[in-house]
């Protein structure tokens, strides 16, 4: 059922019709993502992002704050944007965050979504920026509203106002003990 789709996908000569075949490809293609998450995981542990921090039983809060960036976030003032990047979203801020927005993209792409892939596209550029500059790039306003398309600037229709989300999947509220210490000995060694 899924081997026209997975072929058409993958942009594999359709003239693959054996199912041996078929499951073969298909398991190097899940082997393959699941070695470049593992990749991108060990990166963020490496350099002690948030997502590094993120135990197994968590790796959840990665897909439900890329939806809530995509769809909410984006359409933050800048004072509320920056306060969502310090507090909610710090294991999208990585290499996890681009593993999984790349893969999103992929999907959103052979679906045909163009807005949903518009969106992914912005929030990658967003965390490419915070990758390479920190807040010195996405922490000036102007800059902020010039790559995201969905700004209050841009659509001031369309604003949200972080406090009027009742229910906030913050990573304050769910990150493990072993961030808080990290974060505490890196603030200690700036003393």
Known sequence: MLAPHFLEVKKLPTSVDNKVEVENLHDAFIKEKKQSFSQAIQ???????????????GIWIVAVLLKYFMKQVLHFSHVDFMKAMKEDLGPVQGEVGMWVLQNYIDFQKARGKDDNKKRAMIVMEIIKSFLEKQYEYIGKETKYNFINKYSPKKMPEKVILRSSIKIVYSWMHHAPNTWFEETQKQEEDIK
Not at 48 to 55: F, M
């Open 43 to 57: 990166r963020d542990r490496l350099y002690k992002r948030p997502a590094g921090y993120v135990e197994q039983n």
